[in-house]
Nanobody
Framework: VQLVESGGGLVQAGGSLRLSCAAS????????IGWFRQAPGEERQGVSC????????YYADSVKGRFTISRDNAKNTVYLQMNSLKSDDTAVYYC??????????????WGQGTQVTVSS
């Protein structure tokens, strides 16, 4: 299983970024995918997740109305469109999938993360 995030960078407050998470090594369309973030000195927190088909999504209250998650199962990729960015959004962003093994046990996998820095 491999997850590769990209699209992070430095942006001014109020700006936008689009993160991508390219997945491989598992049957992508069989799994929900999540985005998490971790700011310095803080615990990793959930930001958003999307169901297998993309029909159902979840957002943390702190990003609701500003971030949009989507997926392209043909490209094995999940996106996180981030608009109206605030300095509080500064963090390393990770995508996550819990993949079941042959015995049915789930194992969490994480990408290497992509840094998002919002300057005020």
């Amino acid at each position: 299983v491999q997850l590769v995030e990209s699209g992070g960078g430095l942006v001014q407050a109020g700006g936008s970024l689009r993160l991508s998470c390219a997945a491989s090594g598992f049957t992508f369309e069989d799994y929900a995918i999540g985005w998490f973030r971790q700011a310095p000195g803080e615990e990793r927190q959930g930001v958003s997740c999307i169901s297998r088909s993309g029909a159902d999504t979840y957002y943390a209250d702190s990003v609701k109305g500003r971030f949009t998650i989507s997926r392209d199962n043909a490209k094995n990729t999940v996106y996180l469109q981030m608009n109206s960015l605030k300095s509080d959004d500064t963090a390393v962003y990770y995508c996550n999938v819990d993949v079941r093994d042959i015995r049915g046990y789930s194992h969490p996998y994480w990408g290497q993360g992509t840094q998002v820095t919002v300057s005020s």
